[in-house]
């Protein structure tokens, strides 16, 4: 499966949901990961939305980048049209549905279903919002 990325202050930052990051997702929003995953339409709140990306972007690789400078790019990128909320949100639900944590609990045609879209959304490679997606204006070179 392709590393899940999220394009974030014009960089693409992977993304990972270990053990230890479920861990920290629960402490910060004192419910459990299944509690967050049964809510309908995922409605975590803004402040735990940014929360669970500042996570999952820190075990991605980037551990010394600060919750406040995600909240920020989060905003930046929000009023510059090139992020939107839903793609925020779909990211944390595709990095905690493919984490470690929970691959071997969702049934592997539910994987291979994921992995499926994800390869068509973006031809085989990383998983992040397209310019289409994103609201970008896109040109043909």
Same mark, same amino acid.
Not at 5 to 31: F, H, M, N, Q, S
């Given at each position: 499966? *392709? ?30 990961? @299944? ?6 339409? @995922? ?6 939305l ?5 996570i999952?972007?820190k ?18 990128? @929000? ?9 925020v ?10 984490? *470690?944590? @929970? ?22 490679? *990383?998983?992040? #919002? ?10 043909? #070179?």
């Amino acid at each position: 499966m *392709s590393p899940l990325c999220i394009t974030l202050g014009r960089k693409d930052r992977p993304i990972a949901y270990p053990v230890a990051a479920i861990e920290e997702i629960e402490g910060a929003t004192g419910r459990t990961i @299944f509690q967050l995953l049964a809510v309908p339409n @995922f409605d975590v709140g803004l402040a735990g939305l940014v929360t669970m990306l500042h996570i999952g972007i820190k075990h991605g690789g980037e551990a010394n980048l600060a919750r406040e400078r995600v909240r920020t790019m989060i905003e930046r990128d @929000f009023e510059a049209g090139t992020l939107q909320i839903q793609d925020v949100i779909g990211i944390v639900q595709r990095g905690l549905v493919r984490s *470690s944590t @929970f691959r071997s609990q969702v049934a592997p045609e539910v994987l291979a279903e994921i992995e499926e879209q994800e390869q068509q959304k973006d031809g085989g490679g *990383s998983v992040r #919002p397209t310019p289409s997606e994103t609201g970008e204006p896109t040109s043909n #070179p």
